[in-house]
């Protein structure tokens, strides 16, 4: 199936399913919201009350909002999340207004884990929910054993234990395996799924806890090996195990050019449609790519507002990856109150990805494929690096100046190129501290089996180091 075809199945399928507007006054008056370009807060307000995008899950009937909230980016006292800060205590009041007004506007579907925010996510997050009627919110968690000392059923399922105790509840309703397909432990993609789930009997402990009910709907999450997705699909068509969700990441980069990017990856397009024919809903990580989409050169961004002059980046890639008709929630991990408006705005309700508009995003995928990019998504996994260097943030200067076209490329005896090259070194060295830089990588290769994107991650640093050492010596 192309992505023409693609678009119009969705389109048509989106059409004949009906997105549940939740308090629409009619027709007329959403669309007359959509339209209107008016900052009047209470303006905004109405809209988004009268009309977030929900999905229904098939096999519980769940009305899950389009936009869901990933709580794994939260703020902090001293400001930033606790990957800049990771000293810093959670800022719990911050949480719990923006919680709030998740909930009243529409946003139901909360994802969190034993890994997020130096493991206090899910504490943060049951203390905010807990003020709520636990009917009005879902939560999705996860079983984060990645480390080998945590692969026995003793210890995985007292993290399983923790989560309900953190989260203040009695059952999860979304409750994935963390990461399926990363290797670990010394093992390949298969061997350390294995380690994690199967020769412990974890994974059947887990059903068992389902048909109690403390388990609504049981998933996986996946990163890596393919072998490791193909085989658990494979499983669902056996009637071995019956996944009701899978969480993929799914942007228009990673549509078609995930493996591109990274062989270690697998393109978006294959798991969705894998997903979509098997009827297993899909929830959707990275639809910005770790940031990366929500910032464009120049050259994009102009494409962009050709189309819509009013629309952000990030509106373009939050409609993306709402549009298709099996995706029943949509994350992303929000920091700031600005963040959950403007995406509580775009979902309120979607306006579906067209044929034209997916023709320009897949052209400026194309665009930005050939721009090489590092494919991080800034998830801070391969951290703490034990020579003390900052990997996401040598990744994420990096990114954020290559597209934003501030890399100092031409002739070293232009004034121009002196000029953008010392801005850049003095930028790098305000970024990162130079005894974290990539110049300090040895090679260790501690980092590679923590990487959800299968970076080779010392290649890279490699690779950006030879740019800033000629750029030293380019005088």
């Known amino acids: ?93 911050a949480v719990n207004k923006m919680v709030d007004y998740a909930l009243a506007h529409g946003v139901n579907y909360f994802d969190t884990s034993p890994a997020y925010c130096q493991g206090l996510s899910e504490q943060s997050t049951g203390i905010a929910l807990a003020r709520h009627p636990r009917n009005s919110y879902f939560i999705a968690t996860k079983l984060s054993n990645f480390s080998p000392d945590t692969w026995s059923a003793r210890e995985s399922k007292a993290m399983f234990e923790r989560s309900l105790q953190y989260l203040q509840t009695d059952y999860v309703d979304y409750l994935l395996l963390h990461g399926i397909g990363m290797s670990g432990g010394g093992r390949d993609g298969m061997g350390a799924f294995y380690g994690r789930y199967m020769e412990n009997g974890v994974l059947d402990w887990l059903v068992e806890q389902k048909t109690k009910g403390r388990i609504r709907n049981l998933g996986f999450s996946y990163h890596g090996d393919v072998k490791v997705f193909d ?12 996944w009701d969700f899978v969480q993929i990441e799914l942007n228009y980069l990673d549509w078609h050019y995930a493996k591109q990017l990274n062989p270690r990856n697998t393109n978006a397009e294959y798991l969705y449609q894998e997903l979509e024919k098997r009827g297993i809903p899909a929830v959707i990580m990275e639809p910005l790519l770790g940031g990366r989409l929500a910032k464009q050169p120049a050259h994009i961004l102009r494409e962009m507002k050709r189309m819509d002059i009013n629309a952000t980046p990030a509106e373009w890639a939050f409609r993306y990856a709402g549009t298709p008709a099996h995706i029943l929630s949509v994350l992303s991990g929000m920091t700031y109150m600005e963040h959950l408006q403007e995406n509580c705005n775009t979902y309120s309700p979607l306006r579906p990805i067209t044929p034209e508009e997916d023709a320009m995003l897949m052209r400026l995928a194309d665009a930005l494929c050939a721009m090489n990019a590092v494919p991080c998504t800034g998830c801070n996994y391969c951290m703490p690096c034990p020579y003390g260097l900052n990997i996401p943030a040598v990744f994420g200067y990096y990114n954020t100046c290559l597209a934003e076209g501030l890399l100092p490329l031409g002739k070293e005896m232009d004034s121009a190129f002196r000029k953008a090259r010392k801005k850049w070194l ?50």
């Open 231 to 242: 085989t658990l699909l494979q499983w669902h068509d056996e009637g071995k195990y019956h």
């Open 426 to 475: 003095i930028g790098y060295d305000r970024k990162v501290e130079r005894m974290r830089q990539a110049d300090h990588c040895i090679g260790c290769n501690h980092c590679l089996p923590h990487c959800p994107q299968r970076i080779d991650i010392p290649q890279q640093m490699q690779r950006i180091d030879r740019f800033v050492e000629q750029l030293k010596q380019s005088i």
């Open 1 to 93: 199936m192309n992505r023409r075809e693609f678009i119009k199945h969705s389109a048509a399928a989106l059409a004949g399913t009906s997105l549940l507007l939740s308090a629409c006054k009619n027709d007329q008056m959403v669309n007359d919201q959509i339209n209107d370009q008016m900052v009047n807060d209470q303006m905004v307000n109405d809209k988004m009350v009268n009309g977030m995008t929900y999905r229904t899950n098939p096999n519980t009937g769940d009305k899950v909002s389009l936009l869901g909230f990933g709580m794994m980016r939260l703020p902090v006292q001293a400001g930033g999340t606790a990957r800049e800060n990771p000293d810093s205590p959670i800022d719990q009041e």
